[in-house]
């Protein structure tokens, strides 16, 4: 199973970016998906989460109201719309799995595939 993920780069605070992963190894179409970020010196958090389906969302407080989380199952990818970005959300963006199953989860633990990640960073 691998993950790609893609779409980081600089950007100006209050300014977007979108970001895709892209799932090879395994049909993803059960299975929840999440994002979580790591700044430097700090622990892996959650950023977003999408059910299976694609009916449920979860966002950190952090980023409620600010980023979009979204799949294609038919193209086993999921996605990360950030808006209004903060140079605090300056971090390694990573795709994750949940293959596990149970309720969507917002910890590290409840995802046990991982993507390499992909950098943000929200500067002038």
């Known amino acids: 199973v691998q993950l790609q993920a893609s779409g980081g780069g600089l950007v100006q605070p209050g300014g977007s970016l979108s970001l895709s992963c892209a799932i090879t190894?395994?049909?993803?179409?059960?299975?929840?998906l999440g994002w979580f970020r790591q700044a430097p010196d700090k622990e892996r958090e959650f950023v977003a989460a999408?059910?299976?389906?694609?009916?449920?969302?979860y966002y950190s407080d952090t980023v409620k109201g600010r980023f979009t989380v979204s799949r294609d199952n038919g193209k086993n990818m999921q996605f990360l719309e950030m808006n209004t970005l903060k140079p605090e959300d300056t971090a390694v963006y990573y795709c994750a799995v949940d293959s596990l199953g149970g309720p969507v989860g917002q910890k590290v633990e409840h995802y046990d595939y991982w993507g390499q990640g992909t950098q943000v960073t929200v500067s002038s």
């Open positions: 190894g395994l049909p993803v179409s059960g299975y929840a």
């Open positions: 999408i059910s299976w389906d694609g009916l449920y969302t």
